[in-house]
T-cell receptor, first 114, second 114 residues
Framework: GAVVSQHPSWVICKSGTSVKIECRSL??????MFWYRQFPKQSLMLMAT?????????EQGVEKDKFLINHASLTLSTLTVTSAHPEDSSFYICSSQRDPYEQYFGPGTRLTVT | AQSVAQPEDQVNVAEGNPLTVKCTYSVSGNPYLFWYVQYPNRGLQFLLKYITGDNLVKGSYGFEAEFNKSQTSFHLKKPSALVSDSALYFCAVSPGAAGNKLTFGGGTRVLVKP
């Protein structure tokens, strides 16, 4: 299957600081990538759709100024959590779409805000 | 709006016994349906998908699922469960040709006891 990487795999930051998470599609070019958030023992919630060369499309209730998404190339999308607070602590997972039928998921990034 | 329901939070099964994880969905049109598995602190691994054609879909690791349009169900099955199948399973749906956003069910934790 296709390989999608995320970096870092885990990060601890202080409240008020910003954190950048990278999502890379390693073996195919992805015009569309997705960012999800997963709370402990809960399902994945789609945060936004990242489109290469254009602005991301955010789901209702997701603050676009807090969760900045940049899809700078066909293999890289970044999610920056700005002015992080403890309630932003979560597991963030990205995915890349290669064809209309399937998304390939990254291993996830665990963010802890202290 | 599309939705997915996984009615069981947890399924317990003895090793060697059949495993079934239930999923029902609600979506307009002809959906694409997916099953993913997640191990602790990891991303999602693709198991199988239904796009069109034969209602019985075979996937990775001996799993299969049956698409039942009249019951709007897509239950995951494995004839003989292994201890290593213990994980969190997610059913997901997209609206097919109408779009690519995945909506996930709440997840079902499978515990296979030796």
């Amino acid at each position: 299957g296709a390989v999608v990487s995320q970096h870092p795999s885990w990060v601890i930051c202080k409240s008020g600081t910003s954190v950048k998470i990278e999502c890379r599609s390693l073996d195919f070019q992805a015009t569309t990538m997705f960012w999800y958030r997963q709370f402990p023992k809960q399902s994945l919630m789609l945060m936004a759709t990242s489109n290469e060369g254009s602005k991301a499309t955010y789901e209702q209730g997701v603050e676009k100024d807090k969760f900045l998404i940049n899809h700078a190339s066909l293999t890289l999308s970044t999610l920056t959590v700005t002015s992080a607070h403890p309630e932003d602590s979560s597991f963030y997972i990205c995915s890349s779409q290669r064809d209309p039928y399937e998304q390939y998921f990254g291993p996830g990034t665990r963010l802890t805000v202290t | 709006a599309q939705s997915v329901a996984q009615p069981e939070d947890q399924v317990n099964v003895a090793e060697g016994n059949p495993l079934t994880v239930k999923c029902t969905y609600s979506v307009s049109g002809n959906p694409y349906l997916f099953w993913y598995v997640q191990y602790p602190n990891r991303g999602l691994q693709f198991l199988l998908k239904y796009i069109t054609g034969d209602n019985l879909v075979k996937g990775s690791y001996g799993f299969e699922a049956e698409f039942n349009k009249s019951q709007t169900s897509f239950h995951l099955k494995k004839p003989s469960a292994l201890v290593s199948d213990s994980a969190l399973y997610f059913c997901a749906v997209s609206p097919g040709a109408a779009g690519n956003k995945l909506t996930f069910g709440g997840g079902t934790r499978v515990l296979v006891k030796p």
